[in-house]
């Protein structure tokens, strides 16, 4: 089992920087493939980007990609989210997910076996 806690939410101008953090329990972090999702008030979840077990090998949403990066650091069993130049369709509550795979990275949603509690992330004008 995973126990996954999001932090670095808050609000922010658009076109500013924020990092979440996703801190994981257990002693088998290395052992997941790691996600990060989000969803806007009325609208479905959506992926934003993942990471394999290793770090070596990632995937973005094409609306994020050249702004936002996932890495991770599995001495700290942590994974991040740094978003950069955001924009108000950013503002949403971004969720960190994470599935027990020793290959690939994952874009769907219902791949995940744990989730995080949400950090909300508003950007304003």
């Known amino acids: 089992q995973v126990q996954l806690v999001e932090s670095g939410g808050g609000l922010v101008q658009a076109g500013g920087s924020l990092r979440l953090s996703c801190a994981a329990s257990?002693?088998?972090?290395?052992?997941?493939?790691m996600g990060w999702f989000r969803q806007a008030p009325g609208k479905e979840r959506e992926f934003v980007a993942a990471?394999?077990?290793?770090?070596?090998?990632?995937n973005y949403a094409d609306s994020m990609k050249g702004r936002f990066t996932i890495s991770r650091d599995n001495a700290k069993n942590t994974v991040y989210l740094q978003m950069n130049s955001l924009k108000l369709e950013d503002t949403a509550v971004y969720y960190c997910?994470?599935?027990?795979?020793?290959?690939?990275?994952?874009?769907?949603?219902?791949?995940?076996?744990?989730w995080g509690q949400g950090t909300q992330v508003t950007v304003s004008s």
């Open positions: 990471i394999n077990w290793g770090g070596g090998s990632t």
């Open positions: 257990g002693r088998t972090f290395n052992r997941y493939a």
């Open positions: 997910a994470a599935k027990e795979a020793d290959w690939g990275t994952f874009l769907v949603s219902v791949d995940y076996d744990y």
